[in-house]
């Protein structure tokens, strides 16, 4: 059970809880995570859109985290409101209170760690792991099954890297990051030069000599993959969250703050300034710099550097198919004009 003592002492090292002194004298715990509509009173709640203020008058939750905008018309029911500037922002500083908990500790029989590399303590490290040589692996990190770690890599301070993760030689991972399921840290990037053979169009592979180097609490989503430099290093800055599938090309500069969500391509040596949002399935070209403060929609395409922040959308949202061949059509015969 948690109890909202620890509630708030999560939240307020995000936002301060504006109702706070007249929670003190409550005694309540939870221990679970609900919407209101199926609260009960073991559950906290919250509620931050208008969308779903019709459930709170009818929620069981025991404890309701509450945007400050819709206190003023709390309904008379048995529940512990927690009132903040942002309710959503508060679930999701309690959230990680309820999560999973990881039950492993020390280092299975069946991992393979090189004798040079070194390992920080409480570190964790599961079955059929390998560690290379001179890997050096922080306090408090937390390897699951089956990832491995090649020579020379560098990961920080509690850090947690899933099941199946490759992080490839002289890596380098900060520190609070989390890289999830499948994920590829620093494989070889997509590097040739052409050239004409007797045989034909030829590619010479380009070996790929930089790394790759993450900054603090980023999050990497499962069967994400990052490429290495190919001279120089490609860049992952603090506080960057990237989603699953998303392909990131060697020598591309992440700044710090961005969020990239699923299936997002980036091609080599872009740059994408800070505190952007690129949503899901956006192709970007490289050699390419994108702003600070940008937002790309979904599926969006961008060919030309974005030179201001502001939103940015390319492509043709659904529509029935007849009236999409006729748009089609016109846009056809607009390029014959």
Request: include cysteine; charged fraction near 15%.
């Amino acid at each position: 059970m948690i109890t909202l003592d620890k509630l708030i002492q999560n939240i307020e090292l995000c936002q301060p809880v504006i109702n706070k002194q007249s929670l003190l004298s409550l005694d309540k715990s939870v221990n679970k995570v609900a919407d209101l509509s199926s609260a009960d009173d073991n559950s906290i709640a919250f509620l931050s859109s208008a969308k779903y203020s019709n459930d709170l008058a009818k929620t069981k939750a025991g404890i309701v985290l509450i945007s400050q905008q819709f206190a003023d018309n709390l309904p008379e029911i048995p529940t512990i409101f927690v009132i903040v500037a942002d309710a959503y922002l508060a679930h999701a500083s309690i959230s990680t209170l309820f999560a999973y908990p990881n039950k492993k500790i020390g280092i299975h029989q069946t991992a393979i760690i090189a004798k040079s590399a070194k390992l920080g303590s409480d570190v964790v490290i599961g079955a059929y792991s390998v560690i290379g040589d001179d890997v050096v692996i922080g306090d408090g990190v937390h390897i699951e099954n089956h990832a491995v770690v090649d020579d020379g890599a560098v990961i920080g301070n509690n850090c947690f890297i899933a099941s199946g993760v490759h992080i490839h030689h002289q890596c380098q991972i900060g520190q609070n990051v989390r890289i999830h399921a499948g994920a590829s840290i620093g494989a070889e990037g997509f590097g040739f030069a052409p050239h004409i053979s007797k045989e034909g169009l030829m590619w010479q592979r380009i070996a790929q000599l930089g790394k790759v180097v993450i900054g603090d609490n980023v999050r990497i989503g499962a069967n994400t993959c990052i490429d290495r430099g190919a001279v120089g290093d490609t860049v992952i800055e603090k506080n960057v969250i990237i989603d699953n599938l998303v392909q990131i090309a060697h020598n591309v500069v992440i700044k710090s703050g961005t969020a990239i969500a699923a299936k997002t391509g980036i091609a080599g040596s872009t740059i994408i300034g800070k505190n952007c949002i690129i949503g899901g399935a956006v192709g970007i070209a490289g050699h390419l710099t994108i702003a600070d403060g940008v937002t790309l929609t979904g599926m969006t395409m961008v060919t030309r550097s974005i030179k201001e922040s502001g939103t940015y959308s390319s492509g043709v949202p659904a529509m029935p198919s007849a009236k999409w061949r006729r748009a089609a059509v016109k846009f056809r015969q607009s390029g014959d004009k």
